[in-house]
């Protein structure tokens, strides 16, 4: 939790207390009229001002002083869930609360149905923990069959970890709390993505992959779902459609973590492509002969 001090409220108040107008206090203290307007809507807080002021009210610094607890949030951990029993495995270590983000692109109607399968995965999810061990192993049960529809969908869970503070507001007709606030208050957040899925924030930014190996890549996401900036990314089934969309694989700039150059300098390499596509080395090098007449595929040009 960190502390915030802002001065512009009190000295609103000692001011409108005495009666005084900004122009008589700016008079009073020797500064411009604009410049209490400024310090009244903490939009500066210039200790030579702050000090004038004072001055002008004939109190110290600790009376125009107003302390704001501000939350903070930090990622704890990043990871890719694509079988059922690595999302049992996770959901093990229950958190506090989750977010649904869905980061994948899907036709109308298999996001009708991918909607469905979610719904009911989740119906349940923060109500049943591994301390109830016969209504979290009914859980288990129930959504094996809708998880698994997910991953034959070739989609997977990207989830990001989150400990954060937690307010306590004082409610009107209840106790009040012993403490202000929960300390690593935990929050999990489930992005559904595609399982060879990668992103953009921008077009100027490094493409990623959803890559718990990647810290620049999960703080990105982190960043994005805490301000709510997911509005003009771009989100790919997969490195090949990134590259189709971007005209070639010289067009996009590389995350040197996510996709590191092969010794041919290509970032994509048939291990890639195989898992991708589905298709054998020997497929893929048929097809690579029919095309080009080379004897082997070493990634994309």
Same mark, same amino acid.
């Given at each position: 939790?960190?502390?915030?001090?802002?001065?512009?409220?009190?000295?609103?108040?000692?001011?409108?207390?005495?009666?005084?107008?900004?122009?008589?206090?700016?008079?009073?203290?020797?500064?411009?009229?604009?410049?209490?307007?400024?310090?009244?809507?903490?939009?500066?807080?210039?200790?030579?001002?702050?000090?004038?002021?004072?001055?002008?009210?004939?109190?110290?610094?600790?009376?125009?002083?107003?302390?704001?607890?501000?939350?903070?949030?930090?990622?704890?951990?990043?990871?890719?869930?694509?079988?059922?029993?690595?999302?049992?495995?996770?959901?093990?270590?229950?958190?506090?609360?989750?977010?649904?983000?869905?980061?994948?692109?899907?036709?109308?109607?298999?996001?009708?149905?991918?909607?469905?399968?979610?719904?009911?995965?989740?119906?349940?999810?923060?109500?049943?923990?591994?301390?109830?061990?016969?209504?979290?192993?009914?859980?288990? +049960?129930?959504?094996? &069959?809708?998880?698994?529809?997910? %991953?034959?969908? =070739? $989609? *997977?869970?990207?989830?990001?970890?989150?400990?954060?503070?937690?307010?306590?507001?004082?409610?009107?007709?209840?106790?009040?709390?012993?403490?202000?606030?929960?300390?690593?208050?935990?929050?999990?957040?489930?992005?559904?993505?595609?399982?060879?899925?990668?992103?953009?924030?921008?077009?100027?930014?490094?493409?990623?992959?959803?890559?718990?190996?990647?810290?620049?890549?999960?703080?990105?996401?982190?960043?994005?779902?805490?301000?709510?900036?997911?509005?003009?990314?771009?989100?790919?089934?997969?490195?090949?459609?990134?590259?189709?969309?971007?005209?070639?694989?010289?067009?996009?700039?590389?995350?040197?973590?996510?996709?590191?150059?092969?010794?041919?300098?290509?970032?994509?390499?048939?291990?890639?492509?195989?898992?991708?596509?589905?298709?054998?080395?020997?497929?893929?090098? +048929?097809?690579?002969? &029919?095309?080009?007449?080379?004897? %082997?595929?070493? =990634? $994309? *040009?």
């Amino acid at each position: 939790m960190r502390k915030v001090f802002r001065y512009g409220r009190r000295i609103q108040e000692l001011r409108e207390e005495r009666a005084w107008t900004q122009e008589h206090l700016a008079a009073v203290a020797g500064l411009s009229p604009r410049t209490i307007q400024r310090v009244e809507r903490d939009s500066t807080q210039d200790a030579e001002t702050i000090r004038s002021i004072a001055a002008a009210f004939d109190v110290d610094l600790k009376r125009l002083r107003s302390i704001y607890l501000v939350p903070e949030s930090r990622l704890v951990r990043t990871r890719l869930v694509k079988t059922v029993k690595e999302f049992v495995s996770a959901e093990r270590e229950r958190n506090h609360a989750y977010t649904r983000v869905k980061m994948v692109p899907l036709k109308d109607e298999l996001d009708k149905e991918t909607d469905s399968l979610l719904n009911e995965v989740f119906r349940d999810c923060e109500y049943v923990g591994p301390d109830e061990p016969e209504l979290w192993q009914s859980y288990i +049960e129930g959504i094996k &069959e809708p998880l698994q529809s997910l %991953f034959n969908l =070739g $989609l *997977a869970f990207f989830l990001l970890d989150e400990s954060q503070d937690l307010l306590l507001p004082t409610v009107p007709g209840f106790p009040k709390p012993t403490a202000d606030h929960i300390e690593n208050w935990r929050v999990r957040h489930f992005l559904l993505v595609s399982q060879h899925g990668c992103f953009q924030l921008s077009s100027a930014d490094a493409l990623h992959r959803f890559n718990e190996s990647c810290r620049t890549a999960g703080d990105a996401l982190f960043t994005a779902i805490k301000k709510e900036e997911n509005k003009g990314s771009y989100v790919f089934a997969n490195a090949l459609c990134a590259i189709a969309n971007a005209g070639s694989e010289g067009a996009i700039r590389w995350c040197e973590t996510c996709f590191p150059p092969t010794p041919t300098g290509s970032r994509i390499t048939l291990e890639y492509i195989e898992h991708v596509t589905g298709m054998t080395r020997a497929q893929l090098h +048929e097809i690579s002969e &029919e095309i080009s007449d080379e004897q %082997f595929l070493q =990634g $994309l *040009a």
